[in-house]
């Protein structure tokens, strides 16, 4: 089975800031980003702990780049993130994923990535 390889990856949790309106947090929504993990980024926004500096890593990201990595609050995460994909996953390119992947010392994505053989044996 080929795995996603973001779940490989988690560059680009280290890399950018993640920024969001704060009606995103728990403090609005009950299932929304836990407030804990976030700073003030301005007035209107937060920013989850972590993701800021010369050297960000988002605090809600688990494991190891380029290895095995996962988001802790993956359900909760922000508009930013949900909205962010990894190059050639919905056939686009993302130059902002090459350049984080880059930045960790990581090949960028080429579309085969995405697709699996036509004799990759089917699930029974």
């Not at 962010?84 to 090949?107: Q, T, Y």
């Amino acid at each position: 089975m080929r795995i996603n390889p973001c779940l490989e990856c988690g560059a680009c949790c280290a890399y950018y800031s993640v920024s969001f309106y704060w009606t995103e947090s728990n403090l609005v929504q009950l299932e929304g980003i836990p407030i804990e993990m976030t700073d003030k980024f301005n007035y209107f926004r937060l920013m989850m702990k972590g993701s800021s500096g010369s050297k960000p890593r988002c605090i809600a990201l688990k494991g190891f780049i380029g290895k095995k990595v996962h988001c802790s609050i993956y359900a909760k995460r922000a508009s930013v993130c949900r909205d962010f994909s990894a190059s050639w996953e919905n056939g686009i390119h993302n130059e902002r994923c090459d350049k984080a992947r880059v930045a960790w010392g990581l090949l960028p994505l080429s579309p085969e990535i995405w697709h699996l053989p036509e004799d990759f044996p089917k699930a029974a």
